[in-house]
């Protein structure tokens, strides 16, 4: 314990013990602190809540600019968006109606994306109207975009089979014909030149003199070649697509033609003759449908004009004379 020290005061004229005035001091400095860090306090409060740092300035200013680059992409994205809308109107309309095959809903091609939590997050921000329209907008506009791309693959798809069926299933005269003087008698009900009765006729009869060059109508396989029973020397090719064409009544086969062959369309696979049941040098010409006889005079679009389609029609037609 140490000694109690005093000091005279002057005014009172007594000894005041000086440790008393020293804690009376602390006591006074303390205040003061405390009261100067309360003040302090205050300052800051209100200088935090009404003047900006300049880093708080700088972001202000960012968010301005990126909720004005957020309008601008909205609207880019609304331009895209009819852009992809146009573009698959072609495609429902015109592509998939050309290559029969259904139309796309547009429930697939947008999504749902209007009532989806997938923006959930984005319901904090401020602007989070802008945000969440823009991203929903973008987000369509991608699906759109990949529905579109998937679209066109399969359309390109078929669109290539469809061009390879144009190049087998049977489109031209099987003979040269182009002032069609060859066209004898078509498909249908004829006198039978043999026996005289009504029968029918399953392909169409081209008169020509022997040796006249004979054409496949279209690509395809060689599934017979030789004499056939009532056709005589006959060709049968197989085209795909469910179409087969018979080329019968033949003076001679192509040599080194047989079963397995390939052939494109006007090629040469032998000439005109009169073998078989015939009654002059013709080619009798069948195009087949899965098995089923057609009327040939539909299968020669790449070769006539419409004009001259009518007037094989009305050849053909004819009940005249039938070489079988
Ligand atoms: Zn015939």
Redesign the pocket.
Known sequence: MGKAKYHFNEHTLNYDRIDNTIRHRLIKIGQYLIGSILMGIVFFVIFIFTVKSPNEKLLEAENKRISTQYELLSRQLDDAMEVLTNIQQRDDNFYRVVLQVDSIPSSIRRGNYINSNRYQKLLRMRTSDLVIATSQKMDMVSRMLYIQSNSFDELVALAKQEEKKLQHIPAIQPIPNKDLKRT??GYGW?IDPIYHTRRF?????FSAPTGTKIFATGNGTVIKAGWEQGYGNAVFIDHGFGYVTVY??MHQLKKGLRRGSKVSRGEVIGFVGNTGK?TGP?????VRLKGKPQNPQNYYFMDLSPEEYDQMIQISANYGR???
Not at 201 to 205: E, S
Not at 282 to 286: A, I, P, R, S
């Open positions: 004898a008698s004829r006729h399953q392909g169409m009869d019968a009544h015939s013709h080619l009798h010409y069948e039938v070489f079988d």
